[in-house]
């Protein structure tokens, strides 16, 4: 297991890619900012779909498909969407291929041009309103509650795996209420559910907010947000809920008949988390000597490696181990027992802990004598020695405490990383010189916001929704404000 | 619910369109060829998903992710495949829109043209193998088992729901290993987890063979197929599972080096079932009443209707209602219960027959008084009044029953739809006139074959593994052949 990687105070940036790239996550492809999601990366990456599908069906959704391609007179429909969205999308013009008459392979048949080019899509609210629009004709036909895992593409100049890719995988629901409040309060329940899967699943502490109106949806009346903080001190967003208004039912006229007989526009919501979430995980938890999971999420959460000499001792060893690994699964707890003869323990030992086995297990002739297991966690490379009849109790008591204990570690590291400002000076040195969220005042205006990202790159993350108000003075201007948001440089 | 729709007799075609938009399984799109998956469609793949899945690991593969884009130059690598392969594929050919200066909507920008232009992903072993060389170095990198859900695009003009559209879902395998013996063994071991899926949840009976030469997937040294009979006598091809010999690794240059030290390619598979799956399953059971599923890939298993004439005789029908779906879920079925008031019970009925839920009960009051519950099933539209004491292991039985019949009712429709044909007078009247799978001698010429399909429309479905020798003369051609293959008529 190569561990030549810089350590996190070193290069935060190379420490992460090669992170990525030797724990076997992530690559990149022959097809410029587009990644390979690699099997152990992948796993995660399932575990994640898995859980939010969970939660996502245990509130009321269901799954559906729409088309890939999205006409491109779509995008004008509805004017805030095509002015605010990036227009870096891949464009498809042909739909043929021929053979190259001078005898080199394929050229575009230029004959088999469409009339009109269709747009790989990079969200699909105009593809699915264009589709409601058949669904939708009475309040009998509301709420539409439906979700789509799906890939989307949003060129990109500079990528990072995970964090900012061409291509990337994610989930996008779409609904369709009746009222105004209820669509709200559809956009505020899948925050939610975003907040709890981030906590409780990933381990990642995140804020509630909304958005400032510069870092809204193109076409969202409000977007919601859950905001995490990384190691370095820059803020991610992991995951945005759109309250969408009537803009899109407008834009694709869609109406119903309500329960007082009137025809009327359908409102709408939209929300996603992508496999940027991959990117959140990893720089949370992980450290330099590799990547750190949090049990709920690790596709193998205890590994067992044998240690002997000779091939009778692993024999002896083995009927322990598998013993062991049985009464594991019992518990529901994913174990791997690793009794390959092609690498030593020691190199094991490396490999599982590079990539963030929350639990090691090592047995030896030693621990035959004395019924005992050697137990390791990722977390805090704490080693301990267990009797043998209590490990499947213990280890399945650790493995709550190790993700009980990494989010309290990463909220801690929040707290520690969370400042104050009240003068611009203040702002300016915190930002420059200490990273993480910081606390100001900030008096409204799209201006301000501006020119604090141009002096500082740090922009408004998230005006939280639990702040309380306080009269105080905006950071930049001084105009009266009434409430603290927060701003950081983000990914 | 709105029956009138054909039956199978009067149009078979349009039955099958119209069954698959009025019972909410897909429809068409804004976008050409591409169709969108209703939420009860989604809900029926997701199943068929989650046990193929499952059969997947359990054989020892993993998931990952490839890129959506191919650059155009890989297609040309693999002489067989860009020969072979249909090259009706979406083009990519700019990565940027812009605000058209007219101010009507966006226009490409001609500024932001691809050096190379990139295919939406027709089928992925040209990125995969190019992506495998640097995976595979020795022989303990191999064997690589991976596969990928994902969608596929590929140019159609005449489309059809499920059964050929331009983008479809589906599953693709493609594995690496040491020999050649591996390799087939891989291929026909995944020809095996095909069959048991079909058979055992979809409940479709399959014939597993090989291809002709001229049916072969492009690039492939052998094709296995599992290939199904549909009631209108036309055959389907359910799964592919390729050996594809050395050829991409010789393409894509991926060697290893041996346990005796040598520097060999690589043998390769590939695999892949699609949402073409769904147009297999509807039209094997579905029935001129309208969808018919088999319990293991229903969505709702049992519904259960309420009676009633005034509301108060609800309440004491959903104590009792909510008691049975409570007991059924108790083994793990997957109940409804329908009390909206703004349906009626006959309007209810029909809705879950329509959409082929194989289970109906229905409770009034006078089943209160007797403690009975009346129970329908689908496939028969038989009724029996049973004890309510009794239900659950009743409906438990039931439901698997429903799975053993359908399997059965289509095993015998296949055969007796399958036919021997000794001369080509009993051949092209069997094609014409009876439909079904025809089991014929054939030469083992592409020109015979040609020719047959030419002049019959009929071809060579497959080459049964399970066939006996047995000598005889080519039903076109009078030459000398040793096995029957089957013909027919294919979707």
């Known amino acids: 297991m190569a561990k030549d990687f810089p350590t996190r105070e070193e290069n935060y940036a190379q420490w992460y890619n090669d992170l990525v790239i030797k724990a076997d996550l992530a690559e990149n492809s022959a097809v410029r900012g587009c990644m390979v999601i690699k099997p152990y990366g992948y796993a995660i990456w399932e575990r ?18 729409f088309p890939l391609f999205i ?65 939708i004709q009475s309040y009998r036909d509301l709420p539409i509650l439906v979700n789509q895992w799906a890939n989307v593409v949003r060129w990109e100049m500079r990528t990072r795996l995970f964090l900012r890719t061409a291509e990337f995988l994610w989930q996008e629901g779409h609904t369709a209420h009746e009222t105004r409040e209820e669509a709200i309060e559809e956009t505020e329940k899948i925050l939610d559910v975003y907040t709890r899967f981030a906590e409780e699943w990933m381990a990642v502490p995140v804020l509630q907010g909304t958005k400032s109106p510069n870092e809204r949806f193109a076409g969202a009346v409000e977007t919601y947000c859950i905001e995490a903080l990384m190691q370095d001190g820059k803020a991610l967003q992991a995951g945005t809920s759109h309250f969408l208004g009537q803009n899109f039912a407008k834009a694709f006229d ?6 007082e ?43 067992i490696v044998p240690i002997y000499r000779k091939l009778e001792q692993l024999e002896e060893i083995s009927e322990v181990a598998l013993k062991i690994k049985k009464d594991l699964e019992k518990h529901g707890i994913r174990v791997k027992y690793d009794d390959r003869d092609t690498f030593k323990p020691g190199w094991k030992f490396s490999e599982y802990e590079f ?27 704490e080693k301990e020695i267990l009797h ?13 405490q190790i993700q009980k204990k990494l989010y309290q570690r990463a909220l801690n590291f929040r707290e520690n990383n969370t400042h104050v400002a009240n003068t611009w000076e203040e702002f300016k040195d915190l930002i420059n010189n200490q990273g993480g969220f910081v606390l100001a005042h900030w008096d409204g205006t799209a201006e301000t916001e501006e ?13 939280p929704l639990d702040m309380k108000k306080e009269n105080g003075k905006c950071v930049y201007s001084g105009k009266p404000s009434q409430k603290r948001v927060i701003f950081a440089r983000a990914y």
């Open 48 to 65: 994640m779909q898995g859980a939010l599908d969970q939660m996502f069906k245990d509130t009321g959704h269901v799954n559906a498909y």
């Open 71 to 135: 006409p491109k007179s779509f995008f004008s429909k509805e004017a805030a969407h095509v002015e605010g969205f990036a227009k870096e999308c891949a464009v498809v013009t042909h739909y043929r291929l021929k053979n190259d008459p001078d005898g080199k392979g394929v050229i575009v048949d230029e004959d088999a041009k469409l009339e009109e080019e269709l747009i790989v899509r990079p969200t699909s609210e105009t593809i699915i309103w264009d589709t409601y629009r058949n669904w």
């Open 254 to 259: 869609v109406k119903f008949l309500s329960k």
């Open 261 to 303: 007989n009137k025809l009327e526009h359908v409102w709408a919501t939209s929300w996603g988390v992508s496999t940027r979430l991959m990117g959140a995980l990893i720089m949370s938890h992980s450290d330099d000597n590799g990547l750190v999971l949090p049990p709920k999420l690790a596709p193998t959460q205890v590994v």
């Open 355 to 381: 990539k963030g086995v929350p639990i090691r297990l090592a047995i030896g002739p030693r621990d035959l004598e004395n019924k005992t297991v050697e137990v390791a966690r990722r977390d805090t490379l």
């Open 388 to 400: 043998i009849e209590e490990i499947d109790i213990k280890v399945k008591n650790l493995l709550d």
């Open 451 to 463: 020119k604090i990202k141009e002096e500082t790159k740090a922009t408004i993350r998230t005006i």
